[in-house]
């Protein structure tokens, strides 16, 4: 076990010297994009070009410094899911980084649409990119002249059923949530290096993911995901100011709980709160809604799934298949 400091002072273990650990431990599960069986064709600054000639430039400041902004998005049986919402947060990040989308609403719409018809797909996972574009070395964007805006349809399958049956392990991570004076939390940005290092130290740790602290000590998320503690009947979850990210399968947990008369509330959680819960979810757009079983070693609740993960996970499944923007009509 080794003992580290991290940059915000606070004493944090790791597991084990990664160097040591890292040719061991296995991720406990991993990111599964599939690929159809044909090749993709992907949109690129008003193109659809075949997967092998889908590239940027070298000098696009996405790749060199992480300017730029993203959205992932499911659709299912033909509808995509809660795009409004999707693209508002899109354009939200964008207003905060000073970052002008060289497209509107509307034909942002359209792409997304004619880039899912194009791969002949009814069910699946869009990643919406939109670059601070092509600038020199220099890190100013003032170089930058327009920016890239990049549409990728296919599918995903971030964890197994077996998963979602049986629930997640998680671990609590050394790197922590930045706070609003650094890289503000609600900006989904392209720069997700902080995230990444959590991934990699639930990795080394042999957790299925990380729980990431604010530097409060008071739980964020998790890398990609809202948390969600339940106890004697109610549902608690961090407020956006402890660095949560607005999720959009976060709302629709609201209002799952409000449909079922589940009182829900946004307040501080500590690990604490967590080891003590009758039950755990996880939400977000790749992970959907997933029990949580264990935490940091310690069992959550009966160790398995719980009446109301259950209940909200098999609702959360319906409304997937209820609404949504039409991609074939
Ligand atoms: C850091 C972070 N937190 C939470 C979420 C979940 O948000 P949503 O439900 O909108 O996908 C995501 C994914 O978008 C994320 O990247």
């Not at 599939?34 to 000098?59: C, H, M, N, Q, R």
């Not at 949560?244 to 947990?253: E, K, M, P, Q, Y």
Request: include cysteine; aromatic fraction near 6%; proline fraction near 5%.
């Amino acid at each position: 076990m080794l003992t580290k400091t991290t940059a915000d002072g606070a004493g944090a273990t790791l597991v084990a010297e990664p160097r040591k650990t890292s040719r061991a431990v296995k991720p406990a599960n991993e990111s599964v994009t599939k690929k159809a069986a044909k090749p993709l064709t992907i949109f690129i600054d008003g193109e659809f070009v075949a997967e092998e000639d889908a590239k940027i430039s070298v000098f696009d400041h996405g790749l060199l410094y992480g300017d730029g902004i993203f959205e992932g998005i499911r659709f299912y049986n033909g509808r995509v899911f809660r795009l409004k919402d999707h693209l508002d947060r899109l354009w939200d990040s964008a207003r905060s980084i000073c970052l002008e989308i060289p497209m509107s609403h509307g034909e942002m719409t359209e792409a997304l649409l004619e880039t899912i018809r194009k791969n002949d797909l009814r069910d699946g996972y869009i990643r919406l990119i939109v670059t601070r574009g092509v600038g020199n070395l220099g890190l100013n964007p003032a170089q930058c002249k327009r920016p890239s805006v990049i549409i990728i349809a296919t599918t995903i399958a971030l964890y197994s059923a077996e998963m979602y049956q049986n629930g997640l392990t998680v671990v609590t991570v050394p790197t922590h949530r930045t706070g609003p004076g650094a890289l503000n939390p609600a900006v989904k940005s392209l720069n997700y290096l902080n995230n990444v290092m959590a991934r990699i130290e639930a990795n080394l740790s042999g957790a299925d993911e990380a729980l990431m602290l604010n530097d409060q000590g008071c739980i964020a998320e998790c890398t990609a995901d809202n948390i969600f503690v339940i106890k004697r009947g109610e549902i608690f979850t961090p407020p956006i100011t402890a660095g949560a990210l607005r999720g959009i399968t976060r709302s629709v947990v609201f209002e799952i709980a409000a449909e079922l008369g589940i009182k829900i509330s946004e307040v501080d959680i500590s690990r604490h709160d967590v080891f003590i819960a009758d039950e755990c979810l996880l939400s977000g757009t790749a992970a959907e809604v997933i029990p949580v079983i264990r935490a940091d070693g310690r069992v959550i609740g009966t160790g398995k799934p719980g009446p109301i993960s259950l209940r909200t996970i098999a609702r959360f499944r319906e409304i997937t298949r209820e609404g949504g923007t039409p991609i074939y009509s």
